[in-house]
């Protein structure tokens, strides 16, 4: 059958249909999500549907990118049907076990490798820092491929979780030590860090964006952290004293209305020069205490 001058069953017309299916579900991006879930189906990238609009594709292609199409239409996240997901410059293994990884915490990723990178400057030796609850490893993972040199850390209080980023490191080539438990009680008595990086659940128990999107299907113990979705930001800021290096900082990714919660949290400590920056869309994201003495020489 042909349908103007593409044959139903080319790289176009499959896409086309897609999109338009997509579209109904999607507020956003339709064709970039169609385009991924093909290239997925026939290993390419998405160039070649440019290049070659009228390639024809087998009846067992167009069953597995169906399969594929379905289970997004049915509101499964697309990271993870692919299995896989572009953080920084790496790309991670993900599944239902650990949260997508987002561009907002790219912020915090360039943060740490420029108050890294200053600390090696001043002090000339590698920096030594802890990801908290690490997830998919997105953090520790982006931060040691950049940085091969720097003794990173991780945890997790899910072993499902430190699984995948056990796999994540083992894929990239990086060694980062992990432990399991809760986070700083994960950790041996021993350590210390110029360094505490973490992207905690932050999201109140009844907040309404859990029944929306992909959110739905991520697991809740990485999104949500009590009835105000503080309560893991309270706990990293509280005991972030006991296990920082003097001049040592902590950065940490909250809400987008948690920055005065999480600076007043900090600042209760004895934190000094603490200071919020914001995501691309204006809100503030990313806040960093720093356990100092005079000679301070982090980012600011």
């Not at 299916?21 to 991006?29: D, E």
């Not at 385009?35 to 009228?54: D, I």
Request: with cysteine.
């Amino acid at each position: 059958m042909v349908v103007g001058s593409y044959i139903v069953n080319t790289t176009h017309s499959i896409l086309q249909s897609a999109i338009r299916q997509l579209s109904c579900i999607l507020h956003s991006s339709p064709r970039l999500e169609a385009e991924l879930l093909l290239s997925h189906v026939l290993q390419k990238p998405r160039s070649y549907f440019t290049a070659w609009p009228k390639q024809i594709l087998t009846v067992t292609e167009i069953n597995s990118f169906s399969t594929l199409l379905q289970r997004r239409l049915q509101g499964e996240p697309i990271a993870y049907i692919l299995g896989t997901w572009d953080f920084w410059n790496v790309s991670l293994q993900v599944t239902s076990d650990v949260l997508i990884p987002r561009p907002e915490t790219e912020i915090l990723v360039e943060l740490v490798l420029a108050t890294g990178d200053q600390y090696y400057q001043h002090m000339n030796c590698v920096p030594k820092m802890v990801d908290l609850g690490t997830g998919s490893g997105a953090i520790a993972a982006a931060i040691k491929v950049n940085r091969p040199s720097w003794q990173i850390y991780a945890t997790d209080v899910s072993l499902k979780s430190l699984s995948v980023a056990q796999a994540n490191f083992q894929r990239l080539g990086v060694s980062i030590p992990t432990f399991c438990g809760n986070w700083y009680e994960a950790l041996p008595q021993s350590l210390h860090f110029d360094m505490i990086v973490s992207n905690p659940p932050y999201v109140a128990e009844c907040d309404p964006h859990l029944q929306q999107g992909d959110v739905q299907q991520e697991p809740k113990l990485a999104l949500v952290s009590g009835v105000n979705g503080t309560d893991a930001l309270r706990i990293l800021c509280n005991e972030a004293v006991n296990w920082l290096q003097f001049n040592g900082a902590i950065f940490l990714e909250h809400g987008y209305n948690q920055g005065n919660v999480v600076r007043t949290f900090l600042r209760d400590t004895g934190m000094q020069r603490v200071q919020t920056w914001r995501d691309l869309a204006g809100h503030e994201r990313i806040t960093r205490g720093i356990k100092t003495n005079e000679n301070c020489y982090f980012v600011s």
